[in-house]
């Protein structure tokens, strides 16, 4: 089947500018993570949301990062008043329960820079 | 005080022998799930092998298998006649508590297989 579909693939932007990511899970997984990944900081968690509970934002590193999941489906994460230190590949990962493992499956990742 | 330790930066290997990538957690939750997910030069993060803590044997997929040493707090992964294709960046990462749940990631081992 489909796996984690992400857009767009790549983005460059200019320094101020406000940036969406969207991420489309695999069908009927209930559970949805963003993370980041750069060179000085390895892989981060941001957000994640399970069904209709309310979204766990501890991971997000400041008040310009937010997201949202329409529908129980699709997401955007959206970067306001974009900064040069957040260049980075965002990785979007879904999931469900598979006899109790929770394995998240990965998207191809939006390489984002900022100029 | 680092979740995920992978000491080694960087694995040399040739084709066809076998490889161990370490790996060593820190949590005091009782209930806790490892993985290992391997990441190409494409970005793409692959699900490899799972772990969970109550597990009583080690996880094996295929070439793969899992050296988990509860008492140690460690969970190395065993990479058996190694392929070109397995050239790769792994991360061991880890989910605490049950149910759904963020992912800990270590900083990841570079794995160069030579014919």
């Known amino acids: 089947g489909a796996g984690v579909s992400q857009s767009p693939s790549n983005k460059v932007t200019e320094k101020g500018k406000d940036v969406e990511l969207r991420c489309d899970p695999i069908?009927?997984?209930?559970?949805l993570y963003w993370y980041r990944q750069s060179l000085g900081q390895g892989l981060e968690f941001l957000i994640y949301?399970?069904?209709?509970?309310?979204?766990?934002k501890s991971g997000l590193p400041s008040d310009r990062f937010s997201a949202e999941r329409t529908g129980g489906s699709v997401s955007t994460l959206t970067i306001q008043r974009t900064q040069q230190e957040d260049s980075a590949v965002y990785l979007c990962?879904?999931?469900?329960?598979?006899?109790?493992?929770?394995?998240?499956?990965f998207g191809p990742g939006t390489r984002l820079t900022v100029t | 005080a680092q979740k995920i330790t992978q000491t080694q930066p960087g694995m040399f290997v040739q084709e066809k022998e076998a490889v161990t990538l370490d790996c060593t957690y820190d949590t005091s939750d009782p209930s806790y799930g490892l993985f290992w997910y391997k990441q190409p030069s494409s970005g793409e993060m692959i699900f490899l092998i799972y772990?969970?803590?109550?597990?009583?044997q080690n996880a094996t997929e295929g070439r793969y298998s899992l050296n988990f040493q509860k008492a140690r707090k460690s969970a190395n992964l065993v990479i058996s006649a190694s392929q070109l294709g397995d050239s790769a960046m792994y991360f061991c990462a880890m989910r605490e508590g049950t149910g759904y749940s963020t992912l800990t990631f270590g900083k990841g081992t570079m794995l160069l297989v030579s014919p």
């Open positions: 069908s009927g997984h209930t559970a």
């Open positions: 772990q969970g803590s109550y597990d009583q």
């Open positions: 990962a879904s999931s469900r329960t598979t006899g109790g493992r929770y394995e998240q499956y």
């Open positions: 949301f399970q069904g209709n509970s309310a979204p766990d």
